[in-house]
Every structure is written in structure tokens, then in C-alpha cells.
């Protein structure tokens, strides 16, 4: 069944409530990152490739205040202890793993010459975790906004995306591109976020037209991404350009692809099979919705979904049965296009779909999944919101 989506203000309410809670302390400081879906170009935003996500209205929030110390005390809603940070180290990768998040963008501030003040900070979230919706993303962006409005600064937006990845690469140790920041950095409503991973640059594409929406729908099958298989898929990606003799995945053509077949090898032919189709397919969707052509779009989903599945292997048995079952549905039905979204492993599908039916479809999803799998999905919609911003 389609669930509602958490109101933000209620969101920010509930989490000083929990600092107060918590920690005896009233908020003066709130910051709200999103968490991010991707429409199409999955995997390729480390093959300098182009990459169309879109902030989701589902956030992590992060209230707190300055407490004249040079600790931080945090804690948030998944667990009842208050961890403490000694802000007069470079912080370092520690437990509990979850604060290495945290730390990581603490660290770049650090790096960047600021002198973090004490302060005291609690944390909720209304994004799934394990769901392909970059929480992990969210949570750094989350924290870099609180830590500006911590220190009265305000960084290039660019800037902070690219020092919360870096948290991620190295005190996640998930290798990541740079969409997941960007997206809940840059994100706007009625926008989607087309970035272009060569240069780092993005550039906010319309998705303005009421009638349609997007359904997340979450196998509930969770996934480690640090456990080896993206860095696997990336390296396979790395090697594939080394035999093809190319400096870019850009410069790359299919016809490159289909001459260096044998040499490339099971499974990198596949594997740039993948790379140097969703480039293609990625800025086709890109265009076709710069002419409010939503219509085109389901063909193009169709085939990533495909690719993903059969080239690059990072899809999975429930993946695979919700963007069947949306296939079902069908254009009539109100279903533009189905595919699954994020690093894969798990985590969920997104379909592109007739807002007057999103209830409706959400409903055959969720009942023919759980006859299919024995697993309740879970599902909402949204549309493309507010990136990274201090409330209030």
C-alpha cells in the first residue's frame, strides 16, 4: 500500500523533541538533507558518465546547539546511546560505525583549517536505511549543513558534496560517485538533478508536470555495499577502459566495445556493454524531458533496467519481480516505466507513473510482491524536493 510521506516540519519537531529528550537541550540549530532516487544512469557516475537523480521528500534531520565545550555528544532515534566525539583530534574511523559518517565530514571541516566548536546533537530520519536511497548520503549532507550553521560559514555547494564523498570513500570505504551528495546537495523541487560526471557539474532538468510521479518501492532486501560487490562492478569498469585504450568512458563507442569483445572478456564486455548504454539512454531521458516527454521515458527505463540485470549483474530476484509486476500493469494501468534504482544487491525500484493512479498501482505491487516473495514492500511516492538546508 502506498504510504504517506512525513511532513518535515513534523520531522523537525520530533527531533528537538528528542534532543530535549536525550540530552536536556533546546534546539537552535536544524539542518535537513534528503535522500535520493535515481531515474535512470545507474553505475556510471565513476565511468564519467551522466547520472539523473532527484532529491526525494524523505530527510534526515540533525538538531542541536553549541555547548561551550570542545566535545560533540550525539545521538539519535536507532539507538539510545549519546556517543562523544573529542573535537580536539583529527577525527579518525571509530565506532559505533554508524558515527563514521559523521565523523568523516567532521573531519573535512577540520581539514579545511575550521576549529569545530563542542556542541551537542540529535538525529532522525524519515529515509529508509538499506534501501538504495542513499541515507549514507543524506547523513553526511545532513551534518555538513549543521556544522555550517555550527560555525556561521557557508561552503560552495559543489564544494560540500564533494568533502561529504569524501567522507563516505574513507570512513565508509565505499568507493562511490559523486551522485549521491550531489543529489541531496543540489536537489530542488520540480527538478531532477542531471549531472555530468566528468566535469562535476549539475544541471537541474524539469519535471514539473502534476500528472506524474514517481513510486519508490523497497524489496526490504538489505544490502552492505561495502562487502565488496561495487567495488568489484567498478573495477571491472576500470579494467574495460584500460583494454579499450580510451581516457574516458565518453570517449567510448559501442562499435569500441564490439571491436575489443574477446579481449575485454566475460564478464567486462558486459560490463561496458552497460557503461556506454546508459550513457546514451541517460541523456535521451534527459532530453526527452527538457520537451515534457514523459512518454518516452518508459522504453529507456525498460532497457537500464534490462542492462543492469543481464550486463552489469547488480540486480536480484525481488528487483526483478516489482519491475515485473509494474511491466503487468502496464501503460494502461497508468505505468510509464519500471526499473530498479541504486547500487542494486536489494534495495528498490522506481516507477514512473500517472499520479491520479499512484495509489492504485502501489496496491497491485505491494499485494502481487508479497504473494510472489512472502515480503511486505514498502512503497511511497514522491517527487523531486529541497536539497541540503538549515530549517528555520
Given at each position: 500500500?502506498?504510504?504517506?510521506n512525513?511532513?518535515?516540519?513534523?520531522?523537525?519537531?520530533?527531533?528537538?523533541?528528542?534532543?530535549?529528550?536525550?540530552l536536556?537541550?533546546?534546539?537552535?540549530?536544524t539542518a535537513?538533507?534528503?535522500?535520493?532516487?535515481?531515474?535512470?544512469?545507474?553505475?556510471i557516475?565513476?565511468?564519467?558518465?551522466f547520472?539523473?537523480?532527484?532529491?526525494?521528500?524523505?530527510?534526515?534531520v540533525?538538531?542541536?546547539?553549541?555547548?561551550?565545550?570542545?566535545q560533540?555528544?550525539i545521538?539519535?532515534?536507532?539507538?539510545?546511546?549519546?556517543?562523544?566525539?573529542?573535537?580536539?583530534?583529527?577525527?579518525?574511523?571509530?565506532?559505533?560505525?554508524?558515527?563514521?559518517?559523521?565523523?568523516?565530514?567532521?573531519?573535512?571541516?577540520?581539514?579545511?583549517?575550521?576549529?569545530?566548536p563542542?556542541?551537542?546533537?540529535?538525529?532522525?530520519?524519515s529515509?529508509?536505511?538499506?534501501?538504495?536511497?542513499?541515507?549514507?548520503?543524506?547523513?553526511?549532507?545532513?551534518?555538513a549543513?549543521?556544522?555550517?550553521?555550527?560555525?556561521?560559514?557557508?561552503?560552495?555547494?559543489?564544494?560540500?558534496?564533494?568533502?561529504?564523498?569524501?567522507?563516505?570513500?574513507?570512513?565508509?570505504?565505499?568507493?562511490?560517485?559523486?551522485?549521491?551528495?550531489?543529489?541531496?546537495?543540489?536537489?530542488?523541487?520540480?527538478?531532477?538533478?542531471?549531472?555530468?560526471?566528468?566535469?562535476?557539474?549539475?544541471?537541474?532538468?524539469?519535471?514539473?508536470?502534476?500528472?506524474f510521479?514517481?513510486?519508490?518501492?523497497?524489496?526490504?532486501?538489505?544490502?552492505?555495499?561495502?562487502?565488496?560487490?561495487?567495488?568489484?562492478?567498478r573495477?571491472?569498469?576500470?579494467?574495460?577502459?584500460?583494454?579499450i585504450?580510451?581516457?574516458s568512458?565518453r570517449?567510448?563507442?559501442?562499435?569500441?566495445?564490439e571491436?575489443?569483445?574477446n579481449?575485454?572478456?566475460?564478464?567486462?564486455?558486459?560490463?561496458?556493454?552497460?557503461?556506454?548504454?546508459?550513457?546514451?539512454?541517460?541523456?535521451?531521458?534527459?532530453?526527452?524531458?527538457?520537451q515534457?516527454?514523459?512518454?518516452?521515458?518508459?522504453p529507456?527505463?525498460?532497457?537500464?533496467?534490462?542492462?543492469?540485470?543481464?550486463?552489469?549483474e547488480?540486480?536480484?530476484?525481488?528487483?526483478?519481480?516489482?519491475?515485473?509486476?509494474?511491466?503487468?500493469?502496464?501503460?494502461?494501468?497508468?505505468?510509464?516505466?519500471?526499473?530498479?534504482?541504486?547500487?542494486?544487491f536489494g534495495?528498490?525500484?522506481?516507477?514512473l507513473?500517472?499520479?491520479?493512479?499512484?495509489?492504485?498501482?502501489?496496491?497491485?505491487?505491494?499485494?502481487e510482491?508479497?504473494?510472489?516473495?512472502?515480503?511486505?514492500?514498502?512503497?511511497?511516492?514522491?517527487?523531486?524536493?529541497?536539497?541540503?538546508?538549515?530549517?528555520?
Open positions: 500500500m502506498l504510504q504517506p512525513p511532513n518535515l516540519s513534523d520531522l523537525v519537531n520530533d527531533t528537538a523533541a528528542g534532543l530535549a529528550d536525550r536536556q537541550v533546546k534546539a537552535n540549530i535537513a538533507a534528503p535522500g535520493r532516487v535515481n531515474l535512470i544512469g545507474e553505475h557516475d565513476y565511468c564519467d558518465g547520472v539523473m537523480p532527484f532529491a526525494i521528500d524523505r530527510y534526515i540533525i538538531a542541536g546547539r553549541a555547548n561551550g565545550t570542545r560533540a555528544r545521538s539519535s532515534a536507532i539507538s539510545e546511546e549519546i556517543v562523544t566525539l573529542d573535537l580536539t583530534q583529527l577525527q579518525e574511523v571509530s565506532e559505533p560505525k554508524w558515527t563514521n559518517y559523521l565523523r568523516g565530514v567532521i573531519r573535512g571541516f577540520q581539514d579545511r583549517g575550521h576549529q569545530i563542542g556542541f551537542d546533537a540529535y538525529i532522525l530520519s529515509v529508509p536505511g538499506g534501501a538504495g536511497l542513499s541515507s549514507s548520503a543524506a547523513l553526511e549532507c545532513a551534518t549543513t549543521f556544522l555550517e550553521g555550527l560555525l556561521d560559514t557557508v561552503l560552495d555547494t559543489k564544494e560540500k558534496a564533494l568533502l561529504c564523498q569524501k567522507a563516505e570513500h574513507d570512513f565508509a570505504h565505499v568507493p562511490c560517485g559523486i551522485m549521491d551528495q550531489f543529489a541531496s546537495a543540489f536537489g530542488k523541487p520540480n527538478r531532477l538533478v542531471l549531472i555530468d560526471c566528468q566535469t562535476g557539474e549539475p544541471e537541474l532538468v524539469p519535471f514539473e508536470n502534476p500528472d510521479t514517481v513510486l519508490i518501492s523497497n524489496t526490504m532486501v538489505h544490502h552492505e555495499l561495502s562487502d565488496g560487490g561495487y567495488a568489484i562492478r573495477k571491472h569498469t576500470e579494467d574495460g577502459l584500460a583494454i585504450g580510451k581516457s568512458w570517449d567510448v563507442s559501442t562499435e569500441d566495445v571491436s575489443h569483445w579481449s575485454l572478456g566475460e564478464p567486462i564486455n558486459r560490463r561496458a556493454c552497460h557503461v556506454v548504454g546508459e550513457i546514451s539512454r541517460t541523456i535521451s531521458a534527459a532530453a526527452a524531458l527538457a515534457n516527454d514523459f512518454e518516452a521515458l518508459g529507456l527505463m525498460a532497457a537500464s533496467h534490462d542492462s543492469l540485470r543481464n550486463d552489469f547488480v540486480s536480484c530476484k525481488e528487483l526483478d519481480i516489482l519491475v515485473e509486476i509494474a511491466r503487468a500493469i502496464g501503460r494502461d494501468g497508468g505505468v510509464i516505466g519500471a526499473r530498479m534504482t541504486g547500487g542494486g534495495g528498490s525500484t522506481v516507477t507513473c500517472e499520479s491520479n493512479k499512484a495509489a492504485e498501482i502501489a496496491a497491485i505491487l505491494s499485494t510482491y508479497q504473494r510472489a516473495t512472502g515480503i511486505t514492500p514498502q512503497i511511497f511516492a514522491s517527487r523531486p524536493s529541497q536539497g541540503a538546508h538549515l530549517v528555520g
